[in-house]
C-alpha cells in the first residue's frame, strides 16, 4: 500500500483511558494492510500509545503491555504526593514511559509527533511537538485533579482531553493530507448510574404517590435513586468531554472516523482483550474508504 501512496496519513488518536486500548487495535489492522502513518497526534491514552508507537514500538509489544496490566501497576501510578494540585505526582507514569521508549526527544522520532494538551491559564489545546517525549506523554494524561500539572515551556499544562479529545487540526498541522480521526470517549448513554432510592416517606409527605389514577407517577418513583457524588462528577465529567469531542470533530472533521463499539463488552485496565478488539473491528470496516483516499490523486 505504501509504495503506491498519493497522501501524506495522519492518525489522530483520542483520549478514553483504558478504551485507548483500542487504538492497538487500529494500528495493528492499518499496518497488516501496508499502511503506516506519516504523523501522529495523540490526546492522553492516546498521546502514549502514539508516541510509543512513533518511537518505534511494535504493536505487539504495545498489545503485550496494555494485556498484562494489572491493578498493581494502575494503582503505583495513583500513589498520593504533594504538593496538593494533584492526588498523585505522576512520576511512575513517567518511569514506565521511559523504560518503554527511552530517554528520545520528540524532534528525533523518525514519525513526527504531537502530544496534545491543555494550558491551564488560557483553556486552549497545547501541542508539544519538541523536547522529552516522556514528559509530553505524561503531559496530556495529567487528568485534572488526578495527576499534578506540569510545567513545559512556559505554560502550565493538564490533560488534553480537556480541550481537545481527538487532535485532528493538530495532525493536519503536522502536514497530514489524510487524517484518521479515532475517537474512544465514553458516550454518557453507556453509563449505568445507581443510587440509593428516594425515600417512599418523602413523596407521600408531599403527596406525590401514584396510583389507579395516577399510575405512570408509581413508576417513575421506583425508578428514582440518589447517585453519590463521585458518579455525579464522573458523569459531569463524561457530558462535557464528549461534547467538547463531537464540537471538535464538527469544527475539524476527520476524513476517516473510527469510532469502535464497546457497547458489548467494555475494556477496563485489568481486562483491555474487548477494547482491542473493537479497534481491530472499527479499523477493518474502515479500511477500504481509507485505501480509497490514499490512493486518490
Known sequence: MDGVRAKKLGLALGSGGA???????????????????????????????GGAYAAGVGVDELERLWR??????????????????????????????????????????????????TDLSSGLPYAITRGSLAQAIRASLSVPGLFTPVWIDGHLLVDGGVSNPVPVDVARDLGADVVIGVDVLVRPEEVRLSGIPVPDWRDRTLGLVGGPENPALAIDRARRFYPNVFAVLFQMSTVFQKRVGDLSLTVHPPDVLIQPDFSPDPPCYSDVRSGIEAGEEAARRALPRIRELLRAP
Request: proline share 5%; net charge neutral.
Open 19 to 49: 478504551r485507548g486500548s483500542a487504538h492497538v487495535g487500529v494500528l495493528r489492522v492499518l499496518e497488516e494492510d501496508g499502511i503506516r502513518p506519516d504523523v501522529i497526534a495523540g490526546t492522553s491514552m492516546g498521546a502514549e500509545v
Open 68 to 117: 498484562t496490566l494489572h491493578f498493581g501497576r494502575v494503582a503505583r501510578t495513583l500513589l498520593p504526593t504533594l504538593p496538593w494540585s494533584g492526588w498523585s505526582s505522576g512520576g511512575e507514569v513517567v518511569r514506565f514511559v521511559r523504560r518503554l521508549v527511552g530517554n528520545v526527544q520528540i524532534e528525533d522520532l523518525a514519525i513526527p509527533y504531537a502530544a496534545v494538551s
